[in-house]
């Protein structure tokens, strides 16, 4: 950039509104809201000063540049995600950092091209022909992703909650650490996260400026919780006076060399100005060699952001003023792949449920008569015009077993989460074998005459556990309601009732790399009040068993949820998909509403074993 020690000072010439091929503009005071004129060439090749010529080179796979004159720009490598002088790149298009990044691109597949950009190297060229996206398709796609964007900000905005709760000074000021988002297959970008880690650099807005249209500069990752990361201005090295907390996947996060490619203008910070005389300069040294975001990023989140169920297709899905049945709902909303029900004989629109379409609580119509579930048949005999049955494609899959050889039998002993108290694991009995490995439980001491309260588990499912479970990993165990030998001890309990334990090798022992550990921050659906996404932390983990606790609530209210559980979500989902947050409780508030969200919650402290009353049967009832 030209003259930056002192931008009062311009030449008539150098007050034309331009940038150079970096998108920079040669004066800082020059950008107006028609900055999207620039000048012709013979001017920028006039008023732009050449680099200096002790600048160190640039190496680039194995090949050593020189700088060029400062005409050059920026450009990165759409095989390997290498930073470099856009002169110093290989054939006329300027897309690639070298012959053999041009020619690995049309013969490597995509998977082997994000490897090469996570390692710093060309793959191999033992994979599949990569199939490129039309640009035209490319900028359809970002313009899908920006409007889709803007909607879902107009959500957020819409759904910021009283208090105005801010993820990024409640993490950093706690020194606390988000799960990463690679630890939630289910959510967007979850199994794409590799290309975001600390160090990548990103075009955002530049905040530290008075011009009245709206520019850009370059910013370093320095931290990262889940969706959300911390940046430092490119300039600024140890100077944290301008750190900020923005979505990677918002519309303002772009990868290095965007705004030149768009036509966008990249403006130095007030603050850092003065700095360098060159900030042209100062950026090639910096990024050549650095790491940013892949060139299609966008792309990426939009597509998955897309989910398959749509508004009026019709499930079964569990009953939730008994447990123990399904009915028909309908799709009414669908925001971040969480399903707003409706069930089927509800006019008003009020009778409605929420759970995520992967939910194990959902099911294709048809599902409960094929297993032998309990179902509660609609009044209305014919589907509403306009509503169809969902595919049963949709739906999450479960494993298949056999169930020939020696399997589950009734009145074989157990332990399972509650789903009625989600904190307690309790002493189970296994009330009927259903088809396709499914059980219907029942908690020993708490059971309804007429078996209302039983619940549905497949017999893979991570809630339910072998006899002996909560002992072996001293997991305090609820025992029945009414037993009177306290420390309850399983043998003893098996005799009295002459029972047998389930046994151990039908139970799921799978424990998967999940990547939680204890303390993570991360957003998690209330499955007493399923609605609502709170504010929350990992506290213990068994094997792939979390313990979630909703921060500034009693322990009390913390749930037993499987590592896979599509409830949990990272730090910054609900501001990505536009759903609301709920922050943590404060003090008063929780005094104040401590009585009323007990009701809600369908919880007791005294509950451990206590009989449900026949109110707890007409509950929102929650189960995996």
């Not at 022909?129 to 900028?139: G, R």
């Not at 759904?159 to 993490?171: C, I, L, R, S």
């Not at 490619?261 to 003065?274: A, D, E, F, N, W």
Request: hydrophobic fraction near 35%.
């Amino acid at each position: 950039m030209d003259n930056t020690r002192d931008v009062t000072e311009h030449s008539p010439r150098s007050e034309r509104k331009r940038r150079d091929s970096f998108g920079m503009f040669d004066g800082y005071d020059s950008c107006s809201e028609d900055t999207s004129s620039s000048s012709t060439s013979d001017e920028s090749e006039d008023e732009v000063t050449s680099l200096p010529a002790s600048l160190p080179l640039i190496k680039t796979n194995g090949q050593v540049y020189t700088y060029p004159d400062g005409k050059s720009g920026m450009a990165t490598c759409e095989m390997c995600g290498m930073v470099g002088v856009r002169d110093a790149f290989y054939s006329k298009t300027k897309r690639f950092c070298s012959v053999s990044c041009s020619r690995s691109y049309s013969s490597n597949s995509k998977k082997a091209s994000i490897l090469a950009r996570l390692q710093g190297k060309p793959p191999t060229k033992k994979a599949k022909v990569l199939q490129k996206q039309p640009l035209v398709a490319k900028l359809a796609a970002y313009a899908q992703y920006q409007a889709s964007l803007q909607q879902n900000q107009t959500k957020s905005k819409a759904a910021v909650t009283v208090e105005g709760f801010d993820w990024g000074h409640y993490v950093w000021s706690n020194k606390f650490i988000g799960a990463p988002v690679s630890c939630f297959k289910h959510v967007p970008m979850g199994t794409h996260w590799g290309d975001v880690a600390e160090g990548v650099r990103v075009e955002v807005p530049n905040t530290d400026c008075n011009l009245p249209t709206k520019v850009f500069w370059i910013a370093g990752i320095i931290k990262l919780a889940g969706y959300k990361v911390l940046l430092r201005y490119e300039g600024f090295d140890n100077d944290s006076s301008l750190d900020f907390w923005c979505n990677v996947c918002g519309s303002d996060v772009h990868p290095v060399g965007w705004c030149a490619t768009s036509g966008k203008p990249l403006v130095t910070p007030r603050t850092i100005q003065h700095k360098y005389a060159n900030w042209k300069a100062f950026l090639v040294k910096r990024l050549t060699g650095a790491k940013t975001l892949p060139p299609d990023f966008c792309s990426q989140v939009v597509e998955s952001m897309q989910y398959p169920f749509k508004t009026a297709m019709r499930v079964e899905v569990v009953d939730k003023t008994h447990l123990c049945r399904t009915r028909i709902a309908v799709v009414e909303s669908i925001v971040g792949g969480r399903l707003r029900l409706i069930y089927e004989e509800c006019e008003d629109g009020t009778d409605d449920f929420w759970c995520h379409m992967l939910s194990p609580l959902i099911h294709p119509t048809g599902w409960s008569r094929s297993i032998g579930h309990r179902f509660k048949r609609s009044d209305g005999s014919k589907k509403q015009e306009g509503h169809c049955d969902a595919s049963a494609q949709l739906f999450a899959k479960v494993r298949d077993v056999d169930q020939s050889g020696e399997w589950f039998q009734e009145a074989m002993k157990l332990e399972a989460i509650d789903p009625l108290n989600l904190s307690a694991i309790c002493v189970a009995t296994v009330r009927k074998v259903l088809a396709e490995g499914y059980l219907m439980i029942g908690i020993d001491g708490s059971e309804a005459a007429d078996g209302s309260d039983w619940f549905c588990y497949h017999s893979t499912s991570p809630s339910i556990f072998p006899v002996g479970f909560c002992e072996i990993n001293k997991i305090e165990l609820t025992p029945p309601r009414g037993y009177s030998k306290i420390p309850f001890k399983w043998f003893d309990y098996l005799r009295e009732t002459g029972s047998v334990a389930a046994p151990v090798k039908l139970f799921n022992k799978e424990v998967p790399n999940h990547g939680f550990r204890v303390g993570m921050k991360l957003e998690a659906v209330d499955l007493m009040e399923p609605r609502l996404v709170c504010v929350a932390t990992v506290t213990r983990i068994v094997h792939r068993l979390l313990r979630i606790h909703f921060d500034g609530w009693e322990d009390e209210y913390d749930q037993w949820v499987d590592c896979e559980s599509p409830d949990l979500y990272p730090v910054g989902w609900c501001e990505l998909t536009g759903y609301q947050l709920q922050p943590p409780a404060s003090q008063s508030s929780r005094e104040n509403q401590t009585s009323v969200m007990k009701k809600k919650k369908a919880k007791s402290s005294q509950y451990k074993g206590h009989k449900k009353t026949s109110s707890s049967k007409h509950r929102d009832i929650i189960i995996w």
